[in-house]
């Protein structure tokens, strides 16, 4: 089975920190991507990587950065967290050539930025 | 613009019964459409993919149906149980977009 795990299921911040969420899978897939869930809004894309070192811009990307420096691992950095950064992050991923496959997601991270 | 609903937003039935959900979609062009689950707090699960050449995906008491031609595909429960409560999230990769674009869900509530 697919696993794909965050580093936290609950995170508390202050506005103005420095934040990184971590997403680790082990099935060797080629495509990562972080998402934002909020009520009335759904899920939207921040951003996606197709491969190492690679990122795409999603939908929503002004205030994050992404870093994926191995296959296994993508990391979400928010600079200076605000209040509207307050949501459930969920990573997810795919394999193979492109974006098409099935994407597994994790466990999401509740994050709130006070 | 390039959307998926997903009508009734919440639903409940009785235990056992037979339930269909659905899921519209605005473009017929499409690479794939993918159900998943979503407990509350959680991560989504996913259920079903069907690939726009499949009509459709069959898992357990479970089978998605899809219609490219009218933009439409369902997702039926078979026997119905309480622990089926959960949100049920449709998901579209249209042609051209390389991305998942989701609809609300669809809360569904299994009552003993």
């Known amino acids: 089975d697919v696993k794909v795990t965050q580093s936290s299921r609950y995170l508390v911040k202050r506005t103005g920190e420095k934040v990184f969420l971590e997403c680790v899978q082990d099935?060797?897939?080629?495509?990562m991507f972080w998402y934002r869930q909020d009520p009335g809004l759904g899920l939207r894309l921040i951003y996606f990587?197709?491969?190492?070192?690679?990122?795409e811009k999603g939908d929503i990307p002004e205030g994050y950065s992404v870093s994926r420096e191995k296959k296994e691992r993508f990391s979400l950095i928010l600079e200076s967290a605000s209040t509207n950064q307050t949501s459930m992050y969920l990573c997810?991923?795919?394999?193979?050539?492109?974006?098409?496959?099935?994407?597994?997601f994790g466990p999401g991270t509740r994050l709130t930025v006070l | 613009k390039q959307e998926v609903t997903q009508i009734p937003a919440a639903l409940s039935v009785p235990e056992g019964e037979n339930l269909v959900l659905n899921c519209s979609f605005t473009d017929s062009a499409i690479y794939n459409l993918q159900w998943f689950r979503q407990d509350p707090g959680k991560g989504l699960t996913s259920l079903l993919l069907?690939?726009?050449?499949?009509r459709e995906q069959t898992s357990g008491r479970l089978n998605a149906s899809l219609d490219k031609s009218s933009g439409r595909s369902t997702l039926y429960i078979a026997a119905s149980q309480p622990g089926d409560s959960a949100t049920y999230l449709c998901a579209v990769t249209f042609t051209g977009a390389q991305k998942l674009v989701f609809g609300q869900g669809t809360r569904l509530t299994i009552n003993p």
């Open positions: 990587s197709y491969d190492v070192k690679m990122k």
């Open positions: 099935m060797d897939h080629e495509n």
């Open positions: 997810a991923s795919s394999r193979g050539q492109g974006l098409l496959n099935e994407q597994f």
């Open positions: 069907i690939q726009s050449s499949q």
